[in-house]
């Protein structure tokens, strides 16, 4: 296969295994956000329920998304986890807490270390991920560089600003999650949660679309030229267009429940293609492209056969797991 | 300054490897065991198999839930805290880690909704082959890893480009020389460690005089499993040595605390290795022995660690005692099966009073010989990452001391208090017991599981 080729597809499939973890894990990480702010114990055991079966499938694109990265771009991958070592070791922290808390919480008396667990787990996990993404579009430069970085320095307003971007906008879709899974109250409640959210989801979108072209030139000179601006322009405006029609689907009772989590999901696939061709072709921003990180053709040949074959298999039997899930969850759902 | 962070560094890695490896351990001997009791309620319909699988459900969801969540941090650990390593190694370990999150990460996570609480929602067949993917994910799991790490012992297949390891041969790499010792020695253990949980759980029921009938069939089940599964271990872990020998020899040597190349070797039973001294202190051994073990002739002749210079040869001392109390736990185990096993042909399995009293507190005792052949195999690799091609001091990422020791903190205090949590809930998963049986609803033994209101 051509040289050229075999790291493109490769980045394909690592942009596929982030969008899918940002998606999923987005909504169960929402459902834990949004939990302090639930009414009642009732609400919450609802609310976990609804991810019970399925949050471990959605974490462990997370891990795909890393072996990809490892496999793939081994360069990259040490370069990056060096220079966000902190943020990445406090949300893997957190992650571990928001874990433990959806396999704990329904087997003790005492919920609610395991609530705070569950909420702040998610929260901060959240937070952190704006965080490396913040400083990933900035670009670090090489492994030397990147390890000089203090993990203070990374708390910039940007990166402060990304991070509380990213758990509304993670908060938003779990809000869209629930709508969908849950009936009677909590459905009106997420209704009511999903239409506060959403303007404040648009400002930071835009707020993050023109501070990011205004602090690296180089992604300003991606979107801000001709022909490119004219080109790129459906990416901001179906965005803006799919998060009014979340507003206003939202609202209303009567639209199908299933329509503001698929709005939603357009939203963050529109802003991660966003994402895309600012970095592209980069792996680290502006220091390495992805064909500069690739590993050896060979490498990646003996994994692309399991990616073909298997990965299919994998979104074959999730989607089998989502079916088997399917509907409301009720409130006496047999948990354990 | 460097050094310092060098052992940050590896204290932080065994931290999260020694924590994480206890869980899939658990997992995959209980999915196993789970698996059976699934197929034999699928086939026969009997109830008693339903109620041990529901059990064994709460206990398997906890472990699982452990070994994801600390699983998710090891797989990014690996590169945080030995970054170059990642650098140098990734073209060949990368793609054996990428196999397992596909064909076994997936595939557990996949399905594990569905073997935890889709009972109701899906076919009996469904369920079943659902529990059984979820087994043999876990084994599929345990085959890659294992894999990656066994090339890291004996590394093959491969070439050297500009000072990174390219793959040559990926069948060769995948079944290096340790692998398929390892993988068996691993399995064992889990399977072996798990038996020993059953076992212990069993007689908690049956010395504090609760749920009988299913303390006695967890007993029965585990000391049987057990009293093949400790003599097998036996044998495949001495076939694990001896291939050690052939590819590691100054391992086995520190192993074995043996300094002089030369024959008649002692097998020590304790000494106190001193490694600037090049000898041991308080020596007691039997003579010849491990001369006959490894060579099988009683005067054979053993390398020795001063066969090579000093900055080659891994630290004595944890390898050494390590792997005595790895051998140590495993004739142990052996000891109390057998014991068990004879009990049980004498029909006095259930009476034995004394027999339940010792055993209801050997849950940890495989976990803990697990643990130290973990500890035996990875400090005696030292000072090598990958055996002969990649020294640890040059695999550590280039983080400052203070960042390792500020994450160092957060992670020991997240993982005990996680761990203390673990402990606690299986504790009170024990006194809860299995749920009453329907047909002897008559009869309720505790009071905890009578006030639970039913749902």
């Known amino acids: 296969m051509n040289e050229e080729l075999l790291p493109l597809i490769w980045a394909s499939f690592l942009g596929l295994s982030v969008a899918l973890y940002v998606v999923l894990d987005g909504f169960s990480l929402g459902v834990g956000i949004l939990f302090p702010f639930a009414r009642d114990k009732r609400t919450k055991d609802t609310m976990m329920r609804t991810v019970l079966p399925v949050w471990d499938g959605n974490q462990t694109w997370l891990v795909g998304g890393g072996a990809a990265l490892f496999a793939a771009f081994p360069i990259a991958f040490h370069t990056l986890l060096t220079a966000l070592y902190l943020p990445l070791m406090v949300m893997l922290l957190a992650l571990v807490l928001r874990g433990a808390a959806l396999e704990f919480r329904f087997k003790t008396d005492n919920r609610r270390p395991w609530d705070i667990a569950f909420a702040g787990g998610a929260i901060t996990a959240a937070f952190c991920q704006g965080l490396v993404l913040a400083a990933y579009v900035q670009g670090f430069g090489e492994v030397a560089e990147a390890s000089a970085i203090d993990g203070l320095t990374l708390i910039t307003p940007f990166g402060v600003f990304c991070g509380i971007s990213v758990v509304t906008a993670y908060a938003m879709i779990g809000a869209c999650w629930l709508r969908l899974k849950t009936s009677g109250g909590t459905r009106s409640w997420a209704s009511a949660v999903i239409t506060k959210l959403v303007p404040v989801v648009a400002v930071s979108v835009i707020a993050v679309s023109l501070w990011t072209p205004w602090l690296v030139p180089a992604i300003a000179e991606r979107w801000f030229v001709w022909p490119n601006i004219a080109i790129l322009s459906p990416i901001p405006i179906w965005t803006g267009g799919l998060l009014l029609a979340l507003f206003v689907t939202a609202r209303n009772l009567d639209t199908a429940d299933v329509v503001p989590f698929l709005l939603a999901l357009g939203v963050f696939l529109l ?39 298997v990965v299919p298999v994998i979104l074959l039997y999730t989607a089998h797991a989502y079916y088997v899930f399917r509907g409301k969850v009720g409130d006496n759902e047999p948990g354990y | 300054m460097e050094i310092e962070a060098l052992m940050l560094a590896r204290v ?7 924590y994480h490896i206890i869980f899939p351990t658990f997992s995959i001997g209980l999915a196993a065991y789970m698996a059976g009791l699934r197929l034999l309620e699928y086939f026969t319909g009997e109830r008693q198999y339903r109620k041990a699988f529901d059990y064994w459900l709460k206990y398997f969801a906890l472990s699982f839930g452990m070994g994801v969540v600390s699983g998710v941090v090891l797989s990014y650990a690996i590169g945080t805290t030995f970054g170059r390593f990642t650098e140098v190694a990734g073209a060949v370990v990368g793609p054996l880690m990428s196999y397992e999150v596909m064909t076994a990460f997936f595939l557990e996570a996949g399905f594990l909704g569905i073997m935890l609480f889709g009972r109701e929602r899906v076919s009996p067949l469904v369920h079943l082959l659902s529990t059984l993917l979820v087994a043999a994910g876990t084994l599929l799991s345990a085959f890659w890893i294992l894999s990656a790490n066994s090339w890291m012992h004996t590394p093959v297949g491969y070439e050297i480009i500009d000072g990174i390891i390219h793959a040559k041969d990926w069948f060769a790499i995948v079944f290096n020389p340790s692998f398929p010792y390892r993988l068996a020695h691993m399995v064992l253990a889990a399977m072996l460690s798990t038996t020993f949980v059953g076992a212990a759980i069993g007689a908690w029921y049956l010395h504090h005089d609760k749920h009988r009938d299913f303390g006695i069939q967890t007993l029965r089940n585990a000391v049987i499993a057990a009293s093949i599964l400790a003599p097998l271990q036996i044998f495949v872990g001495d076939l694990h040595g001896l291939n050690t020998l052939e590819h590691q020899p100054i391992k086995v040597a520190a192993m074995e605390g043996h300094w002089e190349t030369g024959g008649n070797v002692p097998l020590l039973l304790f000494a106190l290795p001193d490694q600037a001294a090049e000898k041991n202190h308080f020596e007691i051994g039997i003579p010849n022995i491990t001369s006959l073990i490894l060579t099988h002739s009683l005067d054979g002749e053993v390398q020795g660690l001063k066969s090579v210079p000093p900055e080659d040869r891994p630290p004595v001392a944890p390898v050494f005692f390590s792997f005595r109390v790895m051998v140590g736990l495993g004739l142990l185990m052996l000891l109390l099966a057998w014991y068990g096993l004879l009990l049980q042909m004498r029909g006095k399995l259930a009476a ?7 055993m209801r507190f050997t849950a940890p005792i495989g976990f803990i010989a697990m643990l130290a052949g973990w500890i035996t195999t990875e400090i005696g690799r030292q000072p090598w990452t990958v055996y002969g091609l990649l020294r640890t001091p040059d695999a550590v990422s280039q983080v400052s001391a203070d960042k390792l020791i500020t994450t160092l903190i957060l992670f020991a205090v997240v993982y005990t208090g996680l761990f203390v949590a673990f402990i606690k809930v299986c504790r009170m998963l024990l006194h809860k017991g299995p749920h009453p049986d329907a047909v002897k609803s008559g009869i309720v033994h505790d009071v905890e599981s009578a006030q639970e209101p039913a749902s």
């Open chain 1, 271 to 309: 802003t991660l293609t966003g994402l895309a061709v600012s970095i592209w072709p980069y792996v680290i921003p502006r220091s390495l492209t992805i064909w500069e990180a690739a590993a050896p053709a060979n490498s990646l040949m003996f994994v692309l056969v399991g990616v073909l074959f």
């Open chain 2, 12 to 18: 932080q890695f065994a931290l999260a490897l020694g």
């Open chain 2, 352 to 358: 034995a009073g004394r027999y339940h009293a010792v």
